[in-house]
Nanobody
Framework: QVQLVESGGGLVQPGGSLRLSCAAS????????VGWYRQAPGKQRELVAF??????TYADSVKGRFTISRDNAKNTVYLQMNSLKPEDTAVYYC???????????WGQGTQVTVSS
């Protein structure tokens, strides 16, 4: 299975931007479906966006503000987050699986805090 490490989280003011990275090792990452999820305190984990080999999908709450992309040469998937809101505050996780497999790998998460 692929191993995942997230980075790029931090504290940002409302309206600001952050770019999260999900770096993979141990497999050919370009074959994987990769998703970004988030979990706020007291809430369930929710899907933010995911990317396949040819398409991207976003939750309604982040459409037009977040962009998911991948650099297969670097084995990395990114989440560019613009126009951040306090309600975007959460621990962000990336997850990856092969299209034919029900098994997913998860990273350890990175904290994003949007506050003035």
């Amino acid at each position: 299975q692929v191993q995942l490490v997230e980075s790029g989280g931090g504290l940002v003011q409302p309206g600001g931007s952050l770019r999260l990275s999900c770096a993979a090792s141990g497999s050919i990452f370009s074959d994987y479906v990769v998703g970004w999820y988030r979990q706020a305190p007291g809430k369930q984990r929710e899907l933010v966006a995911f990317i396949t080999t040819g398409s991207t999908t976003y939750a309604d709450s982040v459409k037009g503000r977040f962009t998911i992309s991948r650099d297969n040469a670097k084995n990395t998937v990114y989440l560019q987050m613009n126009s951040l809101k306090p309600e975007d505050t959460a621990v962000y996780y990336c997850s990856a699986r092969l299209p034919s497999s029900p098994l997913s790998s998860w990273g350890q998460g990175t904290q994003v805090t949007v506050s003035s």
